[in-house]
């Protein structure tokens, strides 16, 4: 019996440890009951929009509310403190508060409050450039926390703080775009590539939307190369009704990343024209009466293709700054094309040719929408232009208005008397009206959301106007192609070509004649050319700028000049003539304007120091000429035979041939007293040595025979210590940049090193010159300024037979960016250029008082016991444009780098 009352109890223990659980299950059990939950109402923060957060907590008991703590991103909340402008630090009031106090939900253990999250930055804007570079390090999603200390139980969610709502960062675009893509109504056709890789190598994401496929390949293959052949057919076509359904470009663009709100409101756009079929929104007509407009997206395909270039500065982008990786401002450099992304995008806009071009900018208060002030650049075709841009504008200044807090928008053509101008080639919209575009740059107030909603709205403005005006638009722009192709130098545009005064000046026709020549003439010819180098460089670019370049199939003579076989020739009567002209044209004096935007003068033959030949006589070289569609550098014929060769200092490619043969710890001799052909300053280099850069540079070689007076060429380091461009060009020429006080020679643009002694100094600039003068460097030292932004190119003699201007004839023309001379010298200081005394001294640019310049000396040198300098008073290295001046650069470097 005992036994069965064991075996039954045996039993009942093991059902019970099966039907109840153990004790680590009730610990579970109990752990599950009491776990903490928290919900808000929004998990989106804002930097400029102060937002009321509603925070439900629940720790599964009551706790002391007085006990608990608040966390958020791991600080106390009133350890968050807003931005303080006065003393530039977050020492300002409180940005994190209780708006409702924490209170107990009746009959619950859930606590509810209210938290307010304020301005971070103390402002809904954050467009000035004091906080901009700030607001990056703050993007982030932070853990909002409450802990009950004396338990230890702890809820917590995550919230991300944005700059805005619409604000991407770069590395979310691209998952965006496919995200878009994948969401995309059927019947809308996407296509994205990355057009290159930018500086820091960051993909440059470019999106096209059209109806079809078949809409991008007709008009790539088929209606573009028949707008920039024979134009007039085309217009004749599209009167008759005989093309009907064809699309044209419409590119959408953002420059300056720091101006955040352009990327992101293309996104915005991408979004809802991929998946939307009606868009409506609100305008006024003319007389400020309200309208409601509604966009048809299935519409606007059939008659447009829209181009998002995504990631200009994609470098920017990332870093939260307005230039690129190099520290260059690309809004100025669409003409130079100094730049690797400044080269990839131009090249797709003249693939493209769009209709219509808008760069989304920032910041101006007014809502700054262009066209722009005189003086205007008098290669655009303005009056053909005009009629279109100014309604353009206005169509999206009523749209971005009429749908957000702003109350104005202000065109500078119409509001502004003069300092908005579209003189240069530089900015990216003016870079498209040579084009044949409509180039708009559109300045919103703001850094917030809502001046990304005026971006969106203004570009759905753009569109519908284009969309109610196309067959006029184009018409237009074909109209420009057939002015360029027919050689027309139409003087309707005279009308726009004003002086300061108001007058029209018009064209300027001397001798009245075309304003256009016939043809350009680029010779690579010795007694025609003296830098066959930049003629190369020159014709690869209009090539890939969309330009029409030539070679000679012989020899042609125009009055008395014989143009040898193989000379390079822009015909000029051709689409695109006004984009030829603008860069190989001497440019225009606009000094008697008394305020510019910017830099006017682009010029390559002068800035970059090459010959060309302007023919104004029709049919010059008509069948005696072949098509270029790619350009190769000539490679050095080396006669294995010769020991060694002179290397002429005569263009930069022989700068960086001796740069890479001292790094490869090659024997460089260095010529310091000219003697026969050769100059002081030229290279010996052994020929064995010059084998492997036979089809990587283009310099001129001899070989050298006689006795030269030379010394060896060492590798020094130098010490960049001003300009981004500085050192972006010291690096392209081949020199090693190095620390301050590990280097003897010292580069100075802006007037910042710390002059000791026992070293080499180059100063290039008024900045610099201003430096020396206010520091005592130079005893006796004198100089006369304008204005440091003062411009031109100036006709200079060159001290000859002199080792820093070695490789320069006597008389050069020379560029400035700095309004500044040299009135007296420093005692045993050696002069180096001085600006002609003829009537011609100056040829283009904007100098108001430029007279006071003329006969000035313009660079010297000067030693005294340990102390050695060199000082320009005109710029070496503006924008890396400059590429005439860096031999005066590199000269000062190899004189001074020798044993």
């Known amino acids: 019996m005992k036994k069965k009352v064991h075996i039954l109890l045996i039993a009942l223990v093991l059902m019970l440890s099966v039907l109840l659980p153990n004790s680590a299950a009730l610990a579970a059990a109990k752990e599950e009951k009491k776990q903490t939950s928290m919900s808000v109402s929004q998990s989106l923060l804002s930097m400029t929009e102060a937002r009321d957060v509603t925070i439900e907590v629940d720790l599964g008991y009551k706790a002391d509310l007085s006990k608990i703590e608040w966390s958020f991103g791991g600080k106390p909340l009133n350890a968050w403190k807003k931005w303080n402008k006065d003393k530039g630090d977050f020492t300002g009031g409180p940005y994190i508060t209780f708006k409702e106090s924490p209170q107990y939900v009746k009959g619950t253990t859930r606590i509810r409050t209210v938290l307010h999250f304020d301005l971070l930055f103390d402002t809904n804007d954050l467009s000035p450039r004091s906080i901009r570079v700030k607001y990056p390090q703050f993007i982030n999603h932070y853990e909002l926390a409450v802990k009950d200390p004396k338990k230890g139980e702890k809820a917590a969610v995550s919230l991300k703080l944005n700059v805005y709502d619409s604000y991407r960062k770069y590395e979310e675009i691209k998952p965006e775009?496919?995200?878009?893509?994948?969401?995309?109504?059927?019947?809308?056709y996407t296509e994205y590539k990355s057009i290159g890789?930018?500086?820091?190598?960051?993909?440059?994401?470019?999106?096209?939307?059209?109806?079809?496929?078949?809409?991008?390949?007709?008009?790539?293959n088929e209606t573009l190369p028949q707008a920039l052949e024979n134009p007039a057919q085309l217009q004749k076509d599209i009167q008759s009704g005989k093309l009907e359904n064809?699309?044209?470009?419409?590119?959408?663009?953002?420059?300056?990343?720091?101006e955040a709100p352009g990327v992101d409101a293309m996104l915005d756009l991408l979004h809802q024209f991929t998946k939307e079929d009606v868009i409506s929104y609100e305008t006024t007509d003319d007389k400020g009466n309200p309208q409601t407009v509604t966009l048809d997206v299935n519409d606007a395909l059939d008659h447009f293709i829209f181009i998002f270039n995504l990631a200009h500065n994609a470098d920017g982008r990332?870093?939260?700054?307005?230039?690129?990786?190099?520290?260059?401002?690309?809004?100025?450099?669409?003409?130079?094309?100094?730049?690797?992304?400044?080269?990839?995008?131009t090249q797709e806009i003249a693939?493209?040719?769009?209709?219509?071009?808008?760069?989304?900018?920032?910041?101006?208060?007014?809502?700054?929408?262009?066209?722009?002030?005189?003086?205007?650049?008098?290669?655009?075709?303005?009056?053909?232009?005009?009629?279109?841009?100014?309604d353009n504008a206005h169509a999206m200044g009523r749209?971005?208005?009429?749908?957000t807090a702003y109350e104005k928008y202000e065109i500078p053509a119409l509001d502004y008397e003069n300092g908005w101008d579209d003189a240069t080639t530089a900015y990216t919209a003016m870079y498209a009206m040579f084009h044949g575009a409509m180039g708009h740059t559109v300045e919103i107030p703001d850094l917030n959301e809502e001046s990304n909603k005026a971006l969106i709205y203004a570009n759905f403005g753009a569109v519908k106007y284009a969309l109610d005006h196309k067959q006029e638009l184009y018409m237009n722009q074909l109209e420009i192609f057939k002015r360029g192709v027919n050689g027309e130098d139409n003087k309707e545009v005279d009308q726009w070509l004003v002086n300061q005064d108001g007058k029209v000046i018009g064209r300027d026709r001397d001798q009245n004649r075309n304003f256009f020549p016939d043809y350009y003439v680029l010779p690579v010819s010795e007694s025609l050319q003296k830098n066959d180098l930049e003629v190369y460089n020159m014709v690869e670019y209009l090539i890939r700028n969309g330009m029409k370049v030539e070679q000679t199939t012989e020899e042609v003579t125009i009055k008395g000049v014989k143009y040898p076989k193989g000379s390079f020739i822009v015909p000029m009567h051709q689409a695109k003539r006004g984009l030829a002209n603008a860069v190989l044209a001497d440019g225009e004096d606009v000094s008697d304007w008394e305020a510019m935007y910017d830099s006017v003068i682009t010029n390559f033959p002068d800035l970059r120091g090459f010959d060309r030949y302007g023919i104004y006589q029709k049919n010059a070289f008509k069948n005696k000429t072949t098509a270029v569609s790619k350009v190769d550098k000539l490679a050095l014929a080396i006669d294995k035979k010769v020991e060694k060769y002179v290397v002429g200092n005569t263009n930069n490619d022989a700068v960086k041939l001796v740069n890479e043969l001292l790094g490869q710890g090659r024997d460089v001799q260095y010529v310091t007293e000219a003697s026969g052909d050769y100059r002081a300053g030229d290279f010996v280099v052994l020929s064995k040595d010059l084998q492997s850069f036979a089809s990587k540079y283009m310099v001129e070689i001899t070989p050298a025979k006689g006795e030269l007076t030379t010394k060896k060429l060492e590798k020094k380091s130098i010490y960049a210590a001003g300009s981004a461009a500085s050192k972006f060009i010291l690096n392209e020429l081949g020199f090693t940049l190095g620390?301050?006080?590990?280097?003897?020679?010292?580069?100075?643009?802006?007037?910042k090193a710390k002059v000791q002694t026992g070293k080499t100094y180059i100063f290039s600039g008024g900045g610099a010159l201003k430096y020396v003068k206010d520091q005592n460097i130079v005893p006796g030292l004198e100089y006369g300024n304008t204005d440091f932004y003062h411009e031109g190119i100036l006709k200079m003699n060159v001290t000859p037979n002199h080792i820093y201007t070695s490789g320069y004839e006597n008389e050069e023309w020379i560029y400035t960016a700095s309004g500044t001379w040299i009135k007296t010298l420093p005692a045993g200081a050696q002069e180096l250029l001085q600006v002609s005394s003829a009537a011609d001294f100056y040829k283009a640019g904007w100098w108001p008082g430029k007279e006071q310049v003329k006969g000035q000396i313009m660079a010297f040198s000067w030693q005294q016991d340990d102390y050695n300098m060199v000082a320009y008073a005109n710029d070496l290295t503006f924008r890396a444009h400059t590429k005439q001046s860096y031999r005066l650069l590199s000269n000062a470097i190899f004189a001074n780098s020798v044993k």
């Open 399 to 403: 749209a971005g208005i009429a749908n």
């Open 351 to 390: 693939k493209w040719t769009p209709l219509s071009f808008l760069d989304l900018h920032g910041f101006v208060k007014g809502f700054l929408i262009e066209p722009c002030t005189p003086p205007h650049n008098p290669n655009f075709e303005y009056d053909l232009l005009m009629d279109g841009m100014l």
């Open 246 to 258: 064809y699309q044209v470009p419409i590119w959408f663009n953002n420059i300056h990343p720091d």
């Open 318 to 345: 990332v870093n939260n700054t307005r230039h690129n990786a190099n520290g260059f401002d690309l809004n100025r450099d669409n003409g130079y094309q100094t730049q690797k992304e400044s080269v990839i995008v």
């Open 197 to 220: 890789q930018t500086v820091e190598g960051r993909d440059m994401h470019f999106v096209v939307l059209a109806k079809d496929k078949a809409a991008v390949n007709t008009y790539l």
């Open 739 to 751: 620390a301050e006080a590990d280097s003897s020679l010292i580069f100075d643009d802006q007037g």
């Open 177 to 188: 775009i496919d995200q878009i893509f994948n969401e995309k109504k059927q019947d809308r």
